[in-house]
Nanobody, 120 residues
Framework: VQLQASGGGLVQAGDSLRLSCSAS????????MGWFRQAPGKEREFVTS????????YYTESVKGRFTISRDNAKNTAYLQMNSLKPEDMAVYYC??????????????WGQGTQVTVSS
């Protein structure tokens, strides 16, 4: 499967953004989907993941209540709605796919990343 992330940009603290991850070359509904991020000078970190049918989601503690992951299997697309953005959310965001599950260490397929910049 090939993944293409989009939707990043420059926003002010408190604003919202919605990232999209379009998939091609595979049966999208078979894949667990996730979002990760990497800030400058830091390691890549797990943000959220969603099950194949969308019924089970996990979030890292720092984004709970602000971010929402979703997917539309008919459109082969996963989304990350980010509300109340904070400067510490600034990073390159990557979408990822897995056939093995939702745990943060089982994602095998990665998109190219989209930059999210949050000004204070």
């Amino acid at each position: 499967v090939q993944l293409q992330a989009s939707g990043g940009g420059l926003v002010q603290a408190g604003d919202s953004l919605r990232l999209s991850c379009s998939a091609s070359g595979g049966a999208f509904s078979r894949y667990f989907m996730g979002w990760f991020r990497q800030a400058p000078g830091k390691e890549r970190e797990f943000v959220t993941s969603i099950s194949r049918g969308g019924g089970r989601t996990y979030y890292t503690e720092s984004v709970k209540g602000r971010f929402t992951i979703s997917r539309d299997n008919a459109k082969n697309t996963a989304y990350l709605q980010m509300n109340s953005l904070k400067p510490e959310d600034m990073a390159v965001y990557y979408c990822a796919a897995s056939l093995r599950g939702q745990a943060l260490d089982v994602f095998d397929y990665w998109g190219q990343g989209t930059q999210v910049t949050v000004s204070s």
